[in-house]
Nanobody, 119 residues
Framework: QVQLVESGGGLVQPGGSLRLSCAAS????????MGWYRQAPGKQRDMVAL???????NYADSVKGRFTISRDNAKNTVYLQMNNLKPEDTAVYYC?????????????WGQGTQVTVSQ
């Protein structure tokens, strides 16, 4: 059974930091690249960061230099360290496998975690 449980979101002022965690089931985590996605109100869900099973990373231009994705394979957990947060980072953040693999796992998404960047 697929499990994706995001946590760590909250309210933060511009320039602040948050660290998100994603606890994934072993079945979906094993041998998969894992990504962080976000969806703002009225917007599509976009991938902001990706980490391969071997630790290689990719970032959307909008977050490059500010966000860092990492994974702990022993804990089946993916992290997103977010620094220098901006109001435009406000969104619900989700974790999942590589976008080309989402459908293979039944288009399953967790509840996400809300990140709000505001004065």
């Amino acid at each position: 059974q697929v499990q994706l449980v995001e946590s760590g979101g909250g309210l933060v002022q511009p320039g602040g930091s948050l660290r998100l965690s994603c606890a994934a089931s072993g079945s979906i985590f094993r041998s998969n690249a894992m990504g962080w996605y976000r969806q703002a109100p009225g917007k599509q869900r976009d991938m902001v960061a990706l980490i391969t099973s071997g630790g290689g990373t990719n970032y959307a231009d909008s977050v490059k230099g500010r966000f860092t994705i990492s994974r702990d394979n022993a804990k089946n957990t993916v992290y997103l360290q977010m620094n220098n947060l901006k109001p435009e980072d406000t969104a619900v953040y989700y974790c999942n496998v590589h976008p080309l693999r989402v459908e293979f796992y039944g288009n399953y998404w967790g509840q996400g975690t809300q990140v709000t960047v505001s004065q």
